[in-house]
């Protein structure tokens, strides 16, 4: 069962904008963070955005004053706000959601592909 969904991604060209959203299922509980992360080709994952349910977040330095993440805690949803896009942001953007039960467990959605050309 998918239980992080994401939407938006797609094709941009440089200096646009673009909106991401993740939508956690109702059946996910107990969230203390969402966040995005992302993958180019060759490189590692790495952290885009994180936002707790107080809604505290913390950029990647490459990204700081170009993206917002934002949370709706009584949607389960995530969205992050791409503006002045470059084509090194270019890369599969994961959703992410942390939770705690008795340990903490991190879910993660299927990826959606952000292309930005120059």
């Known amino acids: 069962q998918v239980q992080l969904v994401e939407s938006g991604g797609g094709l941009v060209p440089a200096g646009g904008f673009l909106r991401l959203s993740c939508a956690a299922s109702?059946?996910?509980?107990?969230?203390?963070?969402m966040g995005w992360y992302r993958q180019a080709p060759g490189k590692q994952r790495e952290l885009v955005a994180t936002?707790?349910?107080?809604?505290?977040?913390n950029y990647a330095d490459s990204v700081k004053g170009r993206f917002i993440i934002s949370i709706d805690n009584a949607k389960n949803t995530v969205s992050l706000h791409m503006n002045s896009l470059k084509p090194e942001d270019t890369a599969v953007y994961y959703c992410?959601?942390?939770?705690?039960?008795?340990?903490?467990?991190?879910?993660w959605g299927q990826g959606t592909q952000v292309t930005v050309s120059s």
């Open positions: 936002i707790t349910s107080g809604s505290v977040t």
């Open positions: 109702r059946s996910i509980f107990s969230i203390v963070a």
């Open positions: 992410n959601a942390k939770t705690v039960h008795l340990t903490t467990y991190e879910y």
